[in-house]
């Protein structure tokens, strides 16, 4: 009668604790109080505010003392700034490994370590454009984009489209689609759409004469296939007149910045009117030669951490400055980096929209996480304001990418990616690289 009783007892409670995990708890509140904030709109920064989460959302965002919500947990962060974490629409993922960039490298744990450097830095979200393998359409990317898995969320472009034979090429490259010909593509579009990429990658480009660039009839046909899917096609170039062809064409986004001559205002009103985006990875072009010039950040902890094994060795050894001085691009590499802020700068005034991107992460010399920093110093040295390049990286980035209803600015309703950082950039923009702490769906990550 008693082990009866007992049973009962036991059967009771396991229901009751049952009924009590199945009730979905509300999320606890927290109050960030006092705080600079710098929203992403392209607003100037407001001084003592207070910032109410709940769960991985703003609640509110109010003049300092205005709400006092019962029950919030609360931090005080009077003197910090914070701003939402970056966007990077413009990175790659995966490949790279100490000094090489392999296919072998594009490992779970790889794709992980990066992503966990990306948020480290303050980006929480990059896209990779066209280098992913099939790796990461068995649930990780989706898992990753849903805020599920460690790191920055990876957005992707999947497998992109080059020519037979051409650039960039390596074991890593060896599931890009390579149409020979218009014919081919419809084909391979539909097996790229089938993993819903969040744009389409393509490279129309001669490399600097080394190597045949795809002719117009393919690319016509990538982007009119891509534009049957839903899907938009960013294309990597380096030529005025490829821009201007590509534009034309329909093309959706232009990955890299023209580099060859000053754009017009023929173009620029034409890119305007069809709303096409401009990633200017500026320091994708930095980088082809700036180590040989010993740059006065080459020996900061904050560059040095987001390099790989053996590349700092690479980079400030006298055979690789050597060999990168004396190099047959070396003057060509620096005077594409003058006429890239130039454009950047008469795009931006024509008000196009600029997104930040890097190209990180494609080559051991451009460091993930360093590189969206020092692309946000060259924005600037390009003429625009520290609120314009850091909404080119926060706004303007999640309207590349399509995610503008969840991140990108601070506002009640979105998600809580931010990061808090000592400084403020409003006026100097390498504040940005003064991180405290990174957040991500309302949780502290770094
Ligand atoms: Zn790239």
């Known amino acids: 009668m008693k082990n009866r009783v007992f049973k009962l007892w036991l059967f009771g409670s396991l229901m009751l604790a049952t009924a009590v995990q199945l009730m979905p708890a509300k999320p606890d509140k927290l109050l960030l109080k006092n705080v600079t904030l710098i929203d992403g709109t392209g607003a100037p920064a407001k001084n003592n505010m207070d910032i109410l989460l709940q769960g991985d959302r703003i609640v509110s965002i109010t003049p300092t003392g205005r709400i006092k919500p019962a029950g919030a947990r609360v931090i005080d962060l009077q003197g910090k700034t914070i701003m939402p974490a970056l966007i990077c629409a413009h990175a790659h993922l995966g490949v790279l490994k100490g000094t090489s960039i392999e296919a072998s490298n594009y490992t779970r744990d790889n794709l992980i370590n990066q992503l966990k450097r990306y948020e480290r830095y303050g980006v929480g979200t990059v896209l990779c454009m066209g280098t992913d393998r ?62 819903r990429p969040d744009v389409v990658k393509m490279w129309v480009d001669d490399f600097g004469g080394h190597s045949a660039k795809m002719k117009p009839e393919i690319y016509q046909a990538i982007i009119r296939e891509a534009h049957k899917h839903g899907l938009r096609v960013a294309a990597h170039l380096f030529y005025l007149e490829d821009a201007r062809k590509l534009v034309d064409a329909g093309l959706d986004i232009i990955a890299h910045s023209i580099r060859d001559q000053e754009i017009d205002e023929a173009l620029l009103k034409k890119m305007n009117e ?25 020996g900061d902890a904050f560059f040095k951490a987001a390099l790989e094994p053996g590349v700092f060795e690479m980079i400030s050894s006298k055979a690789y400055q050597d060999k990168i001085r004396n190099a047959p691009d070396y003057q060509k590499n620096k005077r594409a980096v003058q006429i890239a802020l130039i454009n950047l700068k008469k795009i931006s005034d024509a008000g196009i929209l600029v997104a930040l991107g890097t190209d990180s992460g494609a080559d051991p010399v451009r460091a993930q996480g360093f590189s969206e920093h020092r692309e946000l110093e060259l924005m600037v040295n390009a003429g625009l304001t520290p609120l314009q390049v850091i909404e080119a990286a926060t706004r303007n980035a999640a309207i590349a990418l399509k995610i503008n209803q969840q991140r990108g600015t601070l506002e009640p309703g979105k998600q809580a990616d931010f990061m808090v950082l000592a400084k403020n950039p409003e006026r100097e923009i390498k504040n940005t690289r003064t991180i405290e702490t990174v957040w991500k769906n309302g949780v502290e990550v770094r």
Not at 290 to 295: E, K, T
């Open 274 to 298: 069809k709303g096409v985006i401009y990633i200017p990875t500026l320091t994708r072009d930095e980088f082809t030669y700036v180590y040989a010039d010993n740059p006065s950040w080459m």
């Open 134 to 195: 099939s790796l990461i359409f068995h649930g990780f990317r989706d898992s990753s984009r849903a805020g599920l898995l460690a790191g920055a969320r990876l957005y992707s472009a999947g497998h992109g489209f080059s020519t037979p034979g051409g650039p960039p090429g390596g074991s890593w490259t060896d599931e890009l689609y390579r149409p020979a010909n218009a014919g081919q593509v419809a084909a391979e579009m539909d097996s790229l759409a089938l993993l």
